[in-house]
Structure formats: C-alpha cells, structure tokens
C-alpha cells in the first residue's frame, strides 16, 4: 500500500538533546512538508522541499533542520536551540506539477522533558 | 501577510443537525483551497476548490468557493457522532499550503 510512514508515534527525549523524526513515502511524490501543530495553532510550515537535494524555510525554521538525499526520505531534526520543541509533528507529500492534494503521515508526538 | 482564518474555533451540536463552517483567506498566489478532517493524527483531505460557485459534494459533506469574497465554506448536514473532529483549511500557494487554525466539531448523540 502506498503511503506516509513517519516514526516514531511517541519519542520523549531530554531538554539539550538533538532528535531526528523520521518521514518516508513511497507514493512517488517530488514535494514533501514538515508541520508543527500545537493545540488551537493549527499547522505551521517547519520546512518543504520540492525535489531532491533541494528545501526551503516555512515560517517556523528556527531551531530545526532537514535533508533530503532521497525522494522517498525528508527527515527533520528538533535540535537543543528549539525553544519549545514539545508537540505533534506532521509529514506531508505531494505530487508536483498541477493542483494536488497533500498527503499525511500519522504523525510523532515529540515531548521534551 | 498570509492569513486563513478558520470560525467558529469550536462548535457543539446534536446529532442530524447541519452545521457550516467557515474559512476566509488573505492570500498573495492563491492556487486552491482545501479542506481536511482530522479526527485523531493524520488530516484527511475531503475536497479540492479551485473555481468559484461550483459545490463540490460527497454524501453529506459539500463545499463552495468564492473568489471574490475570499471565503469558502464547509457543509454538513445531518450530523453524525463519527462527523466529530478538526475541520483544516488550507490555502495553496503554488509551493506550500497556509493553513487555519481549524475548526473542532463535537457532534452529541
């Protein structure tokens, strides 16, 4: 089945700690999406790259990086200068080109105690 | 400034009620609007609007848009308890989608 995988559900990590969530999908899609949702914020752009080797800032960028070595691969970094790194996280995918929809994983509950 | 501005923030309602959501947007590029439901983790999408006037339906659920007045809404009617969850809106700009902050729904038995 085609789809967004992103791991962990849950990952609880250390104030001062860098942490890698994981995105992966195999729907072929050139464009994919880091969003940050906190309650009563909805979503908010961390990052978005629309082909490989290639990302741009969202309007969140402070504190996180990205990579994107593969088409199938985006995953974010939640390095120790995020402020608040405490929230759900969601990946998204799209296919590029025309007026398409975004696809999104389950996202990762990330608390930071 | 981009904006999408999503209301009410909340609603309660009883089941086989109809319920209209509303979403109004100040965007510079505007491509389309979208709607997603979110009931637990990952949003899923319900409708694509590009064009204004034309309702998009499917069973209960439909959706306008109006490019005029930068505003589209969402309509349920007759409610169920599994219609309960977070209403998204979101703008696309050609590159990256602006997002609302959503819309929760609390459907009463």
């Known amino acids: 089945d085609g789809g967004i995988t992103q791991s962990p559900k849950y990952l609880f990590r250390k104030e001062g700690q860098n942490v890698t969530l994981s995105c992966e999908q195999n729907l072929n899609h050139d464009a994919m999406y880091w969003y940050r949702q906190d309650p009563g914020q909805g979503l908010r752009l961390i990052y978005y790259s629309q082909i490989v080797n290639d990302f741009q800032k969202g309007d969140i960028a402070e504190g996180y990086s990205v990579s994107r070595e593969k088409k199938e691969s985006f995953p974010l970094t939640v390095t120790s200068a995020q402020k608040n790194p405490t929230a759900f996280y969601l990946c998204?995918?799209?296919?590029?080109?025309?007026?398409?929809?975004?696809?999104f994983g389950q996202g990762t509950r990330l608390t930071v105690v | 400034e981009d904006k999408v501005v999503q209301s009410p923030l909340s609603l309660v309602v009883h089941e086989g009620d109809t319920v209209t959501l509303n979403c109004s947007y100040e965007?510079?590029?505007?491509?389309?609007l979208l709607w997603y439901k979110q009931e637990k983790k990952a949003p899923t999408f319900l409708f694509m609007l590009?064009?204004?006037?034309i309702e998009k339906k499917s069973g209960r659920l439909s959706s306008i848009l109006d490019k005029k007045e930068l505003f589209s809404i969402l309509n349920i009617t007759a409610t169920q308890t599994g219609d309960s969850a977070v209403y998204l809106c979101a703008v696309f700009l050609g590159n990256q989608f602006y997002f609302g902050t959503g819309t929760s729904l609390t459907v009463i038995p």
């Open positions: 590009t064009s204004s006037g």
């Open positions: 998204a995918s799209r296919r590029v080109g025309m007026n398409t929809e975004a696809f």
């Open positions: 965007v510079t590029n505007f491509r389309s």
